[in-house]
């Protein structure tokens, strides 16, 4: 999918429904163990390289422990809600504790030069592929 | 302990249209944690992927109403290959029950979750009824 800027309407709707074409789709096979685990997960690819983009909103980033060996990537953590004391709650919807969830990547990455940014609440996870994974065009002689 | 409860994955609940929108995307509600003191009510919302340029709050007849837009522009040249939650505006509008004092009201937005303190208005201040002895 092309993203264009001319209809931010059509721009979004495209993309809303490209994503609801890829829910849950079968790319990460039977390779995870966590799937449907916390936190929900949406994967990109961008050109030969792969993005993660992980809904956690408030977590403090020294909380988060991101990890990867080979093509798995592990994302653990914990979110913690603090209340003023004194308070009377009249609605709790946000949920806190801890979470652990592995992904096991369905193509060979290069581990050591994944790159973690986490900003509004959204963990991105830039994962590029390995070099020797890489499609290569084979000349015809 | 009860921090060290697993988290369990919180469905992304789309937003009630009540009448039929005239573009076809879909927004979504945030989770929504709401308490109150005696002095200001608090509001606190969970919208990841929202940054504080992108926020639009208001009162009007008695409710509060918060808008997120998604920056789009952090997509481009992504190909979606799998998801798990779909990505769009957030909105939710809640009834106020206690007057509010709408200058006094002060906003925060930290890793994706905007928390609104709502001062009361002095009168709405709860007041200690003293009771004399006749």
Known sequence: MVMGYADPFETLFAFQRALENRLSSDWLGTTTAAMGAYPPVNVFQQGDDLVAIVELPGVNKEDLNIQAKENTIRIAGQKTIEYPENVSLHRRERLSGVFDRTLVVPMQIDPDRIKAEYNDGLLALFIPRAEKDKPRTIEVR | MADQQELQVQQKREVDKG???????????????????????????????????NINISIENGVLTVEGKINFAKYEGLQPVYSEYNVGPYRRSFRISSRIDQDKISAEMRDGVITLMLPKAEEAKPRRIEVRTA
């Open chain 2, 19 to 53: 009448q039929e929108a005239t573009t076809p995307t879909r927004a979504f509600m945030p989770n929504a944690d709401i308490f109150d003191t005696e002095d200001a009510l608090t509001v606190v919302l969970e919208m990841p992927g929202v940054d504080r340029d």
